[in-house]
Nanobody, 126 residues
């Protein structure tokens, strides 16, 4: 599956942004899909949220209550709605996918994903 990201941008603290990850080539339903972010080049990529093939969703503690995943099956697109953004949410965000991965948590997805989006910048100013 190929992943194409859109969305992102710059916002003040407390604002909202939405990221999109459109999958092409295959239906994304049987995939573990998720979002990661990298605060700066050379820093470790951090898991943000994942959605398992059975629909289970998990969020990193840092974003619980502020970020939410949703999907449009007709558009084969995964969305990350980010509310109440904080400066520490700044970074490049990536979506990723791994086929048939039911143990769909970030560490597994990071290691096993064969598809990654191109990355999109999110900047939150204080």
């Amino acid at each position: 599956v190929q992943l194409h990201q859109s969305g992102g941008g710059s916002v003040s603290a407390g604002g909202s942004l939405r990221l999109s990850c459109a999958a092409s080539g295959h239906s994304f339903s049987p995939y573990c899909m998720g979002w990661f972010r990298q605060a700066a080049p050379g820093k470790e990529r951090e898991g943000v949220a994942t959605r398992a093939p059975d629909g289970d969703i998990a969020y990193a503690d840092a974003v619980k209550g502020r970020f939410s995943l949703s999907q449009d099956n007709m558009k084969n697109t995964l969305y990350l709605e980010m509310d109440n953004l904080k400066p520490e949410d700044t970074g490049v965000y990536y979506c990723a996918a791994a086929h048939g991965l039911y143990d769909c948590w970030s560490s597994n997805l990071a290691n096993l994903a064969r598809s990654w989006g191109q990355g999109t910048q999110v900047t939150v100013s204080s």
